[in-house]
Structure formats: structure tokens, C-alpha cells
């Protein structure tokens, strides 16, 4: 009987040992894919490095704080004339950019000549940031001619939109040009996380494109599309504009701000736009 009751015992601590050199081997086996799974996708994940300021502070001119504003409008294609009429020869946009009650300036006002038809684009700037902005609504909601303007604008559109905007601190201000010029808005759609990148090699990029002062005006959004980028170009004609960017690939660098920057972008567009009369930029 004691020999049939210690080989029970025995049998019972041998499965017991078995059972626990099993599951030792188990989370062994468990930890070490853990570790193999982690190592490989961190070959995929992007490390990215903490940032101890906002994007706007690291790219803009810190000393300054201009907001601006793009809109664009879609107009009734039978409309387009009379649209232009009421901003331009009823003296509406170009009274508020010469009033110094409003702090605010239009930069430029143009017709999409390539791209979307029958657009209207407007560009405003702000001195002063967004309480330039909240002061500028505030006192057209109490400016009757304009408030009439907005209404017999509004018969005129199919639809708008409109983005708030930051200048790259390594751009030049846009200042008003005697034309006559067509101009391009470049406008990219760049990969989350990705505009300190941008900006880094668009700071020695730009200076590739000085030659004929075509460079214009470079901007991020803020509100609206984010991760935008807009990029101003200013031409003599459509000609100009083939020779003067065949002729910046014949720069040294300028390849490799290419290469590196396409992978930056989801998707871009190209408009060519014509200033209309009311514009600073002509």
C-alpha cells in the first residue's frame, strides 16, 4: 500500500514539473515573439522628436504678426462679369483697404484663368494677428454698404470657402507689382507632421527661384484645410513661366529639394490666375 501511495505521488509530481517546465517553455516562447514583434515594427514606426514650441512660432517672422485670409469663390459662370463689377468698379474691396479704420489690406484679387473656372480669389492681410481679424468683423457687420455688397454678392456664388493663413518666415512679404503678370497658385497638401520639413528645405529652396523675382508669397493654414501650404509665384506671361522653371533645374541643390519634398505632399494643385483691376497685384 505505502509503495502503490509514493508512486501515485511520484507520477503526480512528475506531471506537476512537466506541466511547469511546459508553461516556463510557453512564456518563454511568448516573450521572446513580444520582443521580435517589437523590434520589427519599430523599423516602421517614425520616432518623432518632442517639440517644445507650436509649428506657427518656428516657421513665421516672430517679430511680426500678420494673419492673413484667402478666400476663394465659385461664381454663376453668367455672373463672373458683374461679380467683378461689384468688387472692383463699386469701389467696395478697394475702400476697405484704403480705410485706416479697417486693419486690414488686400493683397490681391484675381480670376482663375487655369484651373477652376469661373473663381474668384482674394488674398487679405492683417497687421495684428486675430484681434486685427475679430476688429475687422466686427465693424463690417455695421458697415451698411457692405452689408448690402455681401447680399448682392451672395446671389452671384455657387459656393466659398476661405482659410486663415501664416507667411514662412523665409519668404518675402507680398507688396503690390505693376503688371501686367499672370500669377500660380501653388497649393500642396502635405502629410500630418510633416511642415517643419518642409520649411527646412523650402528655406534654401526659395533662393533658387529669386532670379526673376518671381517668388511672390508663402503661406501655411492655420484654420481650414490644415497642413496646407500655399506657394505665390508672380510671370511676365505663360512662356516666362516654362523658361524661368526649366531654368532652376540647371541649379545645383535644387534636385535634391525635389526629391526630398514630393514624398511630403498627398496631393497639389496649380492655378493660373489674372489680377483684376482692384488688385495691388497686377
Not at 509514493?6 to 503526480?12: A, C, D, I, M
Not at 463690417?140 to 448682392?152: H, I
Not at 529669386?210 to 501650404?229: C, D, H, K, P, T
Request: with cysteine.
Amino acid at each position: 500500500m505505502a509503495t502503490g501511495v509514493l508512486q501515485r505521488v511520484s507520477g503526480g509530481l512528475g506531471r506537476a514539473k512537466s506541466g511547469a517546465l511546459s508553461a516556463g517553455q510557453g512564456v518563454a516562447t511568448s516573450s521572446c515573439r513580444n520582443r521580435e514583434d517589437s523590434w520589427f515594427k519599430s523599423l516602421f514606426v517614425r520616432k518623432v522628436d518632442p517639440r517644445k514650441d507650436a509649428h506657427s512660432n518656428l516657421l513665421t517672422k516672430n517679430e511680426e504678426s500678420n494673419l492673413y485670409k484667402i478666400q476663394f469663390h465659385n461664381v454663376k459662370p453668367e455672373c463672373l462679369d458683374a461679380y467683378n463689377k461689384l468688387c472692383a468698379e463699386e469701389d467696395v474691396l478697394p475702400s476697405i483697404h484704403a480705410d485706416k479704420y479697417y486693419p486690414c489690406e488686400l493683397v490681391g484679387t484675381w480670376n482663375t484663368w487655369y484651373g477652376e473656372q469661373d473663381q474668384a480669389v482674394h488674398l487679405w492681410r492683417y497687421r495684428g494677428g486675430y484681434p486685427a481679424l475679430t476688429e475687422v468683423m466686427n465693424k463690417l457687420r455695421q458697415n451698411k454698404e457692405f452689408t448690402a455688397y455681401r447680399k448682392e454678392r451672395g446671389k452671384m456664388l455657387l459656393s466659398r470657402r476661405n482659410q486663415l493663413l501664416l507667411e514662412f518666415s523665409f519668404w518675402n512679404e507680398p507688396v503690390p507689382r505693376t503688371g501686367p503678370n499672370v500669377y500660380e497658385l501653388r497649393s500642396y497638401q502635405l502629410r500630418p507632421g510633416t511642415m517643419i520639413e518642409w520649411g527646412n528645405y523650402w528655406a534654401r529652396a526659395v533662393r533658387y527661384r529669386q532670379q526673376n523675382r518671381e517668388a511672390v508669397g508663402g503661406f501655411f493654414s492655420q484654420i481650414g484645410n490644415l497642413y496646407m501650404v500655399h506657394h505665390l509665384w508672380a510671370y511676365k506671361d505663360l512662356q516666362s513661366r516654362e523658361d524661368t522653371r526649366n531654368a532652376v533645374w540647371q541649379q545645383e541643390g535644387w534636385h535634391e529639394v525635389v526629391y526630398y519634398t514630393v514624398p511630403l505632399i498627398q496631393y497639389m494643385d496649380s492655378r493660373i490666375m489674372i489680377p483684376t483691376k482692384a488688385s495691388p497685384l497686377q
